[in-house]
C-alpha cells in the first residue's frame, strides 16, 4: 500500500522483510513465572499474564523511559520495522531533542524546494502533522523528524502544548474523513519529563517502557512508574502500560530479580527480554534495522515477536 505521507517519495525505498528465525531461536511465551526454577534451567521467557490486552490498529505507542542509554530508540525502530515488515501502515514521530537518534538512523528522506518541517512547527502550529512526515528509506514508515530546536518548546512552553499532539493526530484524523492514516504510530519519547514526553504521553494509546538489565536502571523504575500514573490521572485516562521490554538481556540473578519488579509494578504488561548482541549495537551506525543488518542476531527475532505480542499480525488477527 502507498505510504499516506504528505510527500512524495525520493527514489526506491528498502523493503523490510519478514524474518525467517527456526522455532527454537524464538523464546517462549508463559503467562506465569515459576520462582521455583533452578538457576540453571532457568531461560529467558516472554512474561504474557492474563490481564495483558493485545493492542489492535490504529494505536498510538509512546516509547518511554525518563533515564538515557535504555534502548528506546532501538526499540522504537526495530518495531517500527517489524510491524512494517507484517505489512502495516508505520509512523515514527522523533519527540527526543537530545539526540535526534532516530532521524540520524531513518534519515528523512527531504523532497527538494520545500521548507523543512519538524516536529517543533507542529507544536508551534506552523505546519500539519501530514506536513511534517516524510517517507525514510524503508518501505511502510515514515517520520516526523526532530532537531535540537525542539527544545524551544520546553522553554518558549506555546499554548496548549501538552494537548499539541493529541490535537494534531485528531485532527488528522478529522481532515481524512475519520480514518487514521496510520496503523501504527510510534513516539520515540526524550530521557526526561519534559513538556514534549507529557505531551507525547498524553497523545498515546500504549506506554512501551524499555529498561536496560542493569543496576541504575532499577533505581529509576520508582520515578517513571509515577510519571505514567501521573499522566494516567491527570492529561491521559486511556494511557496503559503495553509491554516493558529488557534490553541487553543477559542470564543473571539480577535480570530475574528486575522482570519479577516489573512485572509487579505493571500487572497488565507483557514483560519481554530482548537479548544482548554486539552486531544488534552496530546497526544505527549502518543506518538499518537490526533486521536488515543482521537479522540471524537474536536481537532481530526478540523484537520480531514483541511484534506479534504486543500487536498482531494482519493474519492472526483476521
Not at 153 to 169: C, F, H, M, N, T
Not at 242 to 263: E, I, N
Not at 281 to 298: C, F, G, H, S, V
Not at 301 to 316: C, F, H, K, M, S
Request: net charge negative.
Amino acid at each position: 500500500m502507498e505510504s499516506p505521507g504528505a510527500h512524495p517519495d525520493q527514489g526506491p525505498r528498502t523493503a523490510l522483510p519478514p524474518l525467517d528465525s527456526p522455532p527454537g531461536d524464538r523464546l517462549e511465551v508463559v503467562t506465569a513465572w515459576n520462582a521455583d526454577t533452578p538457576y540453571q534451567a532457568w531461560r529467558p521467557q516472554i512474561l504474557v499474564p492474563a490481564t495483558f490486552r493485545q493492542a489492535s490498529a490504529p494505536r498510538v505507542f509512546v516509547v518511554v523511559n525518563q533515564k538515557g542509554g535504555a534502548g528506546k530508540t532501538t526499540s522504537t525502530v526495530e518495531l517500527a520495522a517489524a510491524w512494517a515488515a507484517a505489512g502495516y501502515r508505520v509512523r515514527v514521530i522523533d519527540a527526543d531533542h537530545q539526540e535526534a537518534a532516530l532521524s540520524a538512523w531513518l534519515l528523512p528522506q527531504y523532497p527538494e524546494d520545500s521548507p523543512r518541517h519538524s516536529l517543533r512547527s507542529v507544536f508551534f502550529e506552523d505546519c500539519t502533522l501530514a506536513e511534517a512526515t516524510y517517507p525514510t528509506r524503508f518501505a511502510g514508515v515514515d517520520m516526523v523528524p526532530s532537531g535540537t530546536d525542539l527544545q524551544r518548546v520546553e522553554y518558549e512552553r506555546p499554548i496548549g502544548a501538552e494537548q499539541a499532539l493529541a490535537d494534531a493526530l485528531a485532527q488528522e484524523m478529522e481532515e481524512a474523513g475519520g480514518r487514521a492514516p496510520y496503523d501504527v504510530t510510534l513516539i520515540d519519547a526524550a530521557p526526561s519529563l519534559g513538556l514534549v514526553t507529557v505531551a507525547a504521553l498524553t497523545a498515546g494509546d500504549e506506554a512501551l517502557v524499555p529498561i536496560k538489565v542493569g543496576g541504575l536502571d532499577m533505581k529509576g523504575m520508582a520515578s517513571l512508574h509515577k510519571t505514567i500514573r501521573s499522566v494516567q490521572r491527570k492529561t491521559n485516562p486511556k494511557l496503559r502500560v503495553g509491554a516493558v521490554l529488557l534490553t541487553a538481556w543477559d542470564k543473571s540473578s539480577f535480570a530475574r530479580q528486575l522482570a519479577a519488579q516489573v512485572s509487579e509494578d505493571y500487572p497488565e504488561a507483557a514483560v519481554i527480554p530482548i537479548r544482548r548482541s554486539v552486531r544488534a549495537a552496530e546497526a544505527p551506525l549502518t543506518e538499518q534495522p537490526i533486521r536488515l543488518y543482521a537479522p540471524d542476531a537474536a536481537p532481530a527475532g526478540d523484537y520480531d515477536q514483541a511484534a506479534g505480542v504486543i500487536l498482531p499480525t494482519r493474519e492472526t488477527t483476521a
